[in-house]
């Protein structure tokens, strides 16, 4: 004979049957790794821990990811289910014409910058301050940065007054990361290497030892750009929304800053304390002579990339994309 629905445990089967229905499962997504992301920067971007990554993929060592590595994402709900037939029971009445099904409107694919490198390795653009055209492979066929290429860089990356300074040859890789991400755009370069003066307002800039560039891609917003800076290893990243670069630079741990300060005015950064390597100030007229072509004019969240003399109100500190976090 069967259970009687009145024991316990046929109560706790009613109460399974009833309460199923209404339960909703989480689903993973998968992320499958690219060249410079770091676990860090994968959990930032889903809003899921580090830890949850790792048990998730049995990762013991977080800084040994593989470039084309797939990942489980935990913990992300899935899409809506498909509303169910008029009738409830998945049949059309005889007679009656079958239903067109009303699915949910998809939501809006984010816009991405991301491409295809059409040359990969190989970085070319413009100096601005001087107009000139430049173009480069960034390491041999060995994986090293060739002399020659540190030598052009050299060249490139001088002072307004013209002094130079070798430049670092993991900064030249990261320039070539970032040319292959956004599909070989031109990489258009605000300033490299300045010598130390009195004047600016970090006492110890990477800019003075050519281990920093200011810069943009054409095509791209300055938002994706720094988004995607904040993903690669060991590297300083300032945004500066009043006026037409980001920084990035190499050092032993990685940082954030945001300065909110136009040409002229001393450094107003997001928070304390952040390792920012300078100043909107400090990049002098270099930035004048780069005003924001309309390629750059949108961003990735809808607004407009902000002009040297425009003045936008800074956003919540609530926005994680503005987060200080490293």
Do not use: W
């Given at each position: 004979?069967?259970?009687?629905?009145?024991?316990?445990?046929?109560?706790?089967?009613?109460?399974?049957?009833?309460?199923?229905?209404?339960?909703?499962?989480?689903?993973?997504?998968?992320?499958?790794?690219?060249?410079?992301?770091?676990?860090?920067?994968?959990?930032?971007?889903?809003?899921?821990?580090?830890?949850?990554?790792?048990?998730?993929?049995?990762?013991?060592?977080?800084?040994?990811?593989?470039?084309?590595?797939?990942?489980?994402?935990?913990?992300?709900?899935?899409?809506?289910?498909?509303?169910?037939?008029?009738?409830?029971?998945?049949?059309?009445?005889?007679?009656?014409?079958?239903?067109?099904?009303?699915?949910?409107?998809?939501?809006?694919?984010?816009?991405?910058?991301?491409?295809?490198?059409?040359a990969p390795g190989v970085v070319h653009g413009k100096r601005l301050a001087f107009a000139e055209d430049f173009s480069f492979r960034v390491s041999d066929r060995r994986g090293r940065v060739a002399p020659t290429t540190l030598k052009t860089a050299e060249h490139l990356f001088r002072s307004p007054g013209g002094q130079s300074h070798p430049i670092d040859a993991r900064l030249l890789a990261l320039l070539g990361i970032v040319s292959d991400h956004f599909g070989s755009r031109p990489i258009e370069i605000i300033s490299g290497f300045r010598p130390y003066t009195t004047t600016q307002y970090t006492a110890h800039s990477n800019h003075n030892v050519g281990n920093a560039?200011?810069?943009?891609?054409?095509?791209?917003?300055?938002?994706?750009?720094?988004?995607?800076?904040?993903?690669?290893?060991?590297?300083?990243?300032?945004?500066?929304?009043?006026?037409?670069?980001?920084?990035?630079?190499?050092?032993?741990?990685?940082?954030f800053w945001i300065d909110y300060s136009k040409p002229g005015e001393p450094p107003h950064y997001n928070a304390p304390n952040l390792g920012a390597d300078e100043g909107t100030s400090d990049v002098g007229d270099e930035q004048h002579v780069a005003a924001p072509s309309e390629a750059n004019a949108g961003t990735d969240t809808g607004a407009a990339a902000p002009s040297p003399g425009s003045n936008p109100t800074p956003p919540p500190p609530a926005d994680p994309a503005l987060n200080p976090a490293n």
């Open positions: 004979m069967g259970r009687r629905i009145g024991t316990i445990p046929g109560l706790a089967a009613a109460f399974l049957l009833i309460s199923l229905p209404s339960m909703r499962a989480h689903a993973d997504v998968k992320h499958v790794v690219q060249r410079g992301h770091t676990l860090d920067a994968i959990a930032h971007r889903y809003h899921v821990t580090v830890k949850a990554i790792a048990d998730a993929n049995h990762i013991h060592d977080p800084q040994r990811l593989r470039v084309g590595q797939e990942l489980v994402i935990p913990g992300v709900n899935p899409p809506p289910p498909h509303p169910a037939p008029a009738n409830g029971h998945g049949a059309t009445p005889p007679g009656a014409h079958p239903a067109v099904p009303q699915h949910p409107a998809p939501p809006p694919r984010p816009v991405t910058y991301a491409a295809r490198p059409k560039v200011d810069f943009r891609v054409a095509g791209v917003p300055n938002e994706a750009l720094r988004d995607f800076c904040r993903t690669l290893r060991n590297v300083g990243c300032g945004y500066y929304p009043n006026s037409v670069f980001v920084h990035m630079d190499t050092r032993a741990t990685s940082a």
